[in-house]
């Protein structure tokens, strides 16, 4: 019983490691995007 305990809890610990580097990409993507974005503006100022 213990033994499945612990393996749901490092199955759940996982699964929240990847949310949270999904997130952190997501973040990093939505910065790329406006930097390129003010980059761009700039060109055409």
Known sequence: MEALKQAQIKDNYE???ELLADY???E???RI???TRIE??????
Do not use: M, V
């Open 28 to 30: 990093l993507d939505k």
């Open 15 to 17: 699964s929240f490691i």
């Open 33 to 35: 995007d406006l930097l």
């Open 24 to 26: 952190e990409q997501d």
């Open 40 to 45: 761009k503006e700039r060109k055409f100022a």
